[in-house]
């Protein structure tokens, strides 16, 4: 007889584990079904040791800029292995934790790959082969996503993942593609570039950062052109080769090479986690790639049977599959009818070299939205101050759009030294239905890179 819940999570990420951890604050006997480490991508190999590397390379660029503020350093080179060592220290110890976490909570962890045997009953096979069938009233999937690796170019399987990324132990390479334009792509031909290895970004027949602001698009790629990041948008890769040193040797459609290749990445999107959780023995609706289609309480087309995170239309971030799993748990068990998910005014932020930090609408989309007319942007840009003392410079560009003639905020736009973390506040202004008039009649601080959002002219 199958083992029965009030709620089980399948994936045991950001998503499924905030919906188990609300639930059983209210007393709802809970499961997470996760055949991986807990965390998901982004305890694992996303958000947390993306920003460990972020760091690493950062620590690089103080310690070039280091000379002009009167430091006299001797360095010794850079050890890629003891970086990384470190950072699975840190990802263990979370992953430890959330054991512990979720046993205090009374929530069971069932280790194993879990699939729908209909739209009732979950069937979890461990690593032992063995089969176990739970079901529950509410089933909550949280798969999440993973990366898309090519498959029609010869030669793509010698290339990895931005998965395959975190799996690289001994030493920063010293020749790497990155495939893409996305922020995964940027972020890790940033850091690669910062940590010393020669980096090339291709993204060929489209520009970088697609739907997001063209100021931080254009001041994306100058300031990574800057400190040598090679873009290539023209040629076309047609065949990836190894060579016995285990090197590559990439050629592209205009018959030319590019050789000593030490790693090729594909960062070209992410695809959700549902193709092998049993979807076809259910109702469930999904469309052509997968995505689960929900309804604006993130109910799917089966009664009982929800979706959040990845694997549903929405944007692929941590604090939004958190923010939604946590909602749902308060609506179902908590007697919260009304704590619907607002996809309005997300703050997000790429940890590239410089930071980007957005908000809310481009000014193209804002003009589409509202008619050329009704839309006003404000713009500056400046180099920070740390800046003035050193020979590598790096310029702060910030944008703001606003519309009618109130000029409320729908968007804020930044690139530059420390907007990463200067985003959030203003995010609950803008929120908050935050004017022009409002940011212009809060005093500044002074001197920081943040006053220049309250003194735009």
Not at 109 to 117: C, K, M, N
Not at 398 to 407: P, Q, R, S, T
Request: proline letters at 3%.
């Amino acid at each position: 007889m199958a083992q029965h819940f009030d709620l089980i999570a399948l994936g045991a990420g950001s998503g499924g584990l905030s919906v188990v951890e609300r639930a059983a604050k209210y007393g709802a006997k809970c499961a997470v079904i996760e055949n991986k480490e807990l965390g998901g991508t982004c305890v694992n190999v996303g958000c947390v040791p993306k920003k460990v590397m972020w760091y690493g390379a950062s620590v690089a660029h103080t310690l070039r800029d280091a000379p002009d503020y009167g430091f006299k350093l001797e360095q010794q080179g850079f050890s890629w292995e003891k970086l990384v060592m470190k950072r699975e220290n840190l990802i263990a110890g979370i992953n430890d934790w959330y054991f512990d976490y979720l046993n205090d909570s009374n929530v069971e962890v069932i280790e194993g790959a879990g699939r729908f045997l209909d739209n009732k009953i979950l069937e979890v096979t461990d690593e032992d082969g063995d089969k176990t069938q739970y079901t529950a009233d509410k089933i909550v999937i949280a798969t999440g996503a993973k990366p898309i690796m090519i498959s029609n170019i010869e030669g793509a399987e010698h290339g990895i993942t931005s998965d395959g990324f975190f799996a690289l132990e001994d030493e920063c390479p010293k020749k790497t593609v990155v495939v893409g334009g996305g922020y995964i792509a940027l972020e890790l031909a940033g850091l690669l570039q910062a940590l010393g290895s020669e980096t090339h970004v291709m993204h060929q027949g489209f520009p970088v950062l697609i739907g997001f602001d063209d100021l931080l698009r254009d001041q994306l790629r100058k300031e990574m052109e800057s400190d040598g990041v090679q873009f290539d948008d023209q040629r076309k890769i047609t065949k990836i080769e190894k060579q016995d040193d285990d090197t590559l040797t990439i050629r592209f459609n205009e018959g030319d090479v590019l050789t000593d290749v030490e790693q090729l990445i594909w960062a070209i999107g992410r695809v959700p986690n549902t193709q092998d959780i049993g979807l076809e023995k259910t109702d469930i609706k999904a469309d052509q790639r997968g995505f689960i289609d929900v309804n604006d309480e993130q109910e799917s087309s089966v009664a009982g049977i929800f979706a959040i995170g990845d694997i549903i239309r929405q944007p692929q971030l941590t604090p939004v599959a958190i923010a939604t799993g946590r909602r749902l748990g308060d609506r179902l068990y908590g007697n919260m009818p009304e704590r619907k998910m607002n996809f309005d005014f997300i703050p997000t932020v790429m940890f590239t070299h410089p930071p980007i930090a957005t908000l809310g609408l481009s000014e193209a989309a804002a003009k589409e939205q509202y008619g050329e007319a009704q839309v006003k942007v404000y713009q500056t840009s400046f180099p920070p101050m740390y800046y003035s003392l050193v020979k590598h410079k790096v310029k702060t560009a910030m944008k703001m759009v606003v519309v009618g003639e109130e000029e409320k905020i729908v968007g804020i736009h930044m690139i530059g030294l420390g907007v990463d973390e200067m985003l959030q506040g203003f995010a609950v202004a803008v929120r908050m239905g935050a004017t022009k008039k409002d940011f212009d009649d809060t005093l500044a601080i002074h001197p920081t890179s943040s006053e220049e959002l309250v003194t735009m002219k």
